[in-house]
């Protein structure tokens, strides 16, 4: 790993443990920290929804680590399990949730949306694995987790917000999309670019 990508996997990691670990709150039975309307009408829904992603994100970071991969192959697909299995729960509890988002139906439809992309594309990963195909089931993780790294986004959109005191109706409304989309495509790009780059190489030869 070079050091560039390790230092990106470092933050990644450190950003996800520490979001997913607040949100862990959501598991204890008096949960601190609350000023969401979803959970009020929708407790369950959102605890469920809260709980399983953070386990996603925590989970995640560690499933691109090469020297796992090669040295703990159970431990990897062990870790593979639990993490399709977060997504899934994540997924059908987010339902409810997203449609009663707050600030309305600009945000619940982004929120869905999300949860469309992040469901198929952890399926496809699923799917890939089990057919044997390594390679196109490393880039729908990688998609993937793109996904479920939107909590980390939204998190940090959420505090410029505040910060820079915005109105939050409005701007909830379009985090709800500019937390997840951005990742996607800045993945894409990356794919994008290295098999650009893989095909120069070869024309040079």
């Given at each position: 790993m070079s050091h560039?990508?390790?230092?990106a996997?470092w933050l990644?990691?450190?950003?996800?443990?520490?979001?997913g670990a607040?949100?862990?709150?959501y598991?204890?039975?008096?949960?601190?920290?609350?000023?969401l309307t979803n959970?009020v009408?929708?407790?369950?829904?959102?605890?469920v929804?809260?709980v399983s992603?953070?386990?996603a994100?925590i989970v995640g970071?560690?499933?691109f680590?090469?020297s796992l991969?090669i040295?703990?192959?159970?431990?990897?697909?062990?870790?593979?399990?639990?993490y399709?299995?977060?997504?899934?729960a994540?997924w059908?509890?987010s339902i409810p949730?997203?449609?009663h988002a707050e600030?309305?139906?600009?945000a619940?439809?982004g929120?869905?949306?999300?949860?469309?992309?992040?469901?198929?594309?952890?399926?496809l990963?699923v799917?890939?694995?089990?057919?044997g195909?390594?390679r196109?089931?490393?880039?729908w993780?990688i998609?993937?987790?793109?996904l479920?790294?939107?909590?980390i986004?939204?998190?940090?959109y959420l505090?410029?917000?505040?910060a820079?005191?915005?109105?939050?109706?409005?701007?909830?409304?379009?985090?709800?999309?500019?937390?997840?989309?951005p990742?996607?495509?800045?993945?894409e790009?990356?794919?994008?670019?290295?098999?650009h780059?893989?095909r120069q190489?070869?024309d040079t030869?």
């Open positions: 560039a990508r390790g230092a996997w990644v990691m450190v950003l996800a443990t520490l979001t607040f949100s862990l709150r598991a204890l039975p008096h949960v601190p920290m609350v000023t959970f009408t929708h407790r369950v829904a959102l605890s929804h809260a992603s953070s386990v994100l970071p560690w499933q680590r090469s991969r040295e703990h192959l159970r431990t990897h697909r062990l870790l593979g399990r639990i399709a299995g977060a997504v899934l994540g059908l509890a949730v997203a449609l600030t309305g139906p600009i619940s439809v929120f869905l949306a999300l949860g469309i992309c992040w469901i198929v594309s952890t399926g990963a799917s890939c694995v089990l057919q195909d390594v196109r089931h490393r880039l993780m998609r993937s987790y793109a479920t790294a939107a909590a986004t939204l998190r940090l505090g410029i917000v505040i820079a005191h915005i109105s939050f109706a409005p701007a909830y409304a379009v985090i709800a999309w500019l937390c997840w989309i990742n996607l495509a800045a993945v790009i990356a794919f994008w670019r290295s098999t780059v893989l190489s070869l030869r």
